[in-house]
């Protein structure tokens, strides 16, 4: 029987090959050590390509956005609208990946043993594994996104945020995140990875308002409806 991983344009197989794709174009770039570069030069080159088709500029863009949260890139301007960083360069522990030869997700699970914690909040009923990038989760998760409530808590951050007193780049940089996650959200097959992605993003700005108890509280609903669905955020 086919599987259904392998026919070309799978998303789940074109973003294992997109975040194969910037990390290995970073090793071969990075020969004689790390070297800052354009993240837009990978568009079109060979490393770029899934299944025979090249790989979209975006989907690169947010694979690099998901190395950096990975720590297997370092990254430089916030590329904004593009989804992801407009400069980066390999660490120490993407190269131990590329040299290990497994795939991201597989590298990850296999070479790091982060502690979970669990955060338990009297208004939700649960728990919330707050490291969850690298722990097994038992969830169920449904045959498409269930984004009714994370719909209703994105509209929230965004009328959270006059009042959370961030910068002004910061402001506008959230307000951008939760556009593309309503985007996505609105699509007959969301992109669970790019959910995921901006939704990380948005929380990140969010919480940079540390001494706010409503950047927390948002911070924390986020992370129990993104578990919820079957996709946690650390």
């Given at each position: 029987m086919e599987d259904p991983a392998q026919r070309p344009g799978n998303p789940a197989s074109r973003w294992d090959d997109a975040l194969r794709a910037v990390l290995r174009w970073l090793y071969d770039r990075s020969s004689e050590g790390p070297v800052w570069v354009q993240t837009g030069e990978i568009v079109g080159t060979d490393y770029a390509?899934?299944?025979?088709?090249?790989?979209?500029?975006?989907?690169?863009?947010?694979?690099?956005?998901?190395?950096?949260?990975?720590?297997?890139?370092?990254?430089g301007e916030d590329g904004g609208e593009l989804g992801g960083p407009v400069i980066i360069r390999l660490t120490r522990e993407g190269r131990n990946c590329v040299d290990d030869g497994a795939n991201v997700t597989e590298y990850l699970r296999g070479s790091r043993n982060s502690p979970r914690t669990v955060w338990n909040i009297n208004s939700i009923s649960g728990n919330l594994a707050v490291d969850s990038t690298y722990v097994t989760q038992s969830a169920?998760?449904?045959?498409?996104?269930?984004?009714?409530?994370?719909?209703?808590?994105?509209?929230?951050?965004r009328e959270a945020l006059p009042v959370l007193d961030l910068p002004q780049d910061r402001t506008a940089a959230v307000r951008r995140s939760i556009e593309v996650v309503e985007g996505e959200l609105d699509?007959?097959?969301?992109?669970?990875?790019?959910?995921?992605?901006?939704?990380?993003?948005?929380?990140?700005?969010?919480?940079?308002?540390?001494?706010?108890?409503?950047?927390?509280?948002?911070?924390?609903?986020?992370?129990?409806?993104?578990?919820?669905?079957?996709?946690?955020?650390?």
């Open positions: 390509v899934s299944q025979g088709e090249p790989l979209p500029e975006f989907l690169l863009y947010r694979a690099a956005e998901q190395l950096k949260n990975d720590e297997l890139i370092e990254a169920t998760t449904a045959p498409a996104l269930d984004a009714a409530q994370l719909k209703v808590l994105l509209q929230a951050m699509q007959a097959e969301p992109d669970e990875h790019v959910v995921k992605t901006m939704v990380q993003r948005a929380i990140t700005g969010i919480g940079s308002a540390s001494q706010s108890a409503l950047s927390f509280c948002l911070t924390m609903l986020a992370k129990y409806e993104m578990s919820k669905m079957g996709i946690p955020i650390s």
